[in-house]
């Protein structure tokens, strides 16, 4: 009789045990990672600020005394459909932020005037991709502005082209 009361007790314990285990399963354990998501967050935010806002590529360093501006004349490109279906256009001005020092300088400076074409057709593409509402968000210009510029310099195989500044505007 005594081990039938004990093997009742184990069985009655290996129950509780199983029910303690299925409440820290449901409840404790989503409880913990929604905080461990939370403390992730607050970290990630805590480190953004922490970051130096200057760009993570040091080689990309000029001094100012070292820069040249080229113009580029004013073009017009037609953007895509927007939500209220009517034809907008964007007159874009251009210009390019040109490091003397790099260098490629010297070789590529010339043919800067040579693909004058193909440097246009880039930032009328860019531009036109976007409708006029999306070109209005300042984080769509600074956008164009970078996909613009990573072409520039692809197209250069180089980096002695620096920046470059686009404004347009919509009508």
């Known amino acids: 009789m005594k081990k039938n009361m004990l093997t009742i007790l184990v069985i009655i314990l290996?129950?509780?045990?199983?029910?303690?285990?299925?409440?820290i399963v449901f409840t404790v354990v989503?409880?913990?990672?929604?905080?461990?998501?939370?403390?992730?967050?607050i970290l990630q935010i805590i480190d953004l600020e922490l970051e130096s806002p200057l760009p993570a590529d040091i080689n990309n360093t000029y001094d100012i005394e070292n820069i040249e501006k080229y113009e580029i004349e004013d073009m017009t490109a037609n953007l895509a459909?927007?939500?209220?279906?009517?034809?907008?256009?964007?007159?874009?001005?251009?210009?390019?932020?040109?490091?003397?020092?790099?260098?490629?300088y010297e070789k590529l400076n010339p043919k800067v005037e040579t693909m004058k074409s193909d440097i246009i057709s880039i930032i009328k593409t860019h531009v036109s991709s976007y409708d006029n509402e999306e070109l209005s968000k300042p984080e769509t210009k600074k956008a164009?502005?970078?996909?613009?510029?990573?072409?520039?310099?692809?197209?250069?195989n180089s980096k002695f082209i620096v920046d470059i500044t686009v404004d347009y505007l919509i009508s």
Do not use: M, W
């Open 81 to 104: 459909a927007g939500t209220d279906g009517k034809a907008h256009f964007a007159k874009i001005s251009a210009s390019l932020t040109i490091n003397n020092a790099d260098d490629d």
């Open 14 to 23: 290996c129950i509780v045990n199983l029910t303690l285990s299925a409440y």
């Open 144 to 156: 164009v502005k970078e996909k613009i510029l990573g072409d520039i310099q692809t197209l250069f």
């Open 30 to 41: 989503p409880n913990a990672q929604r905080t461990d998501q939370l403390i992730t967050k």
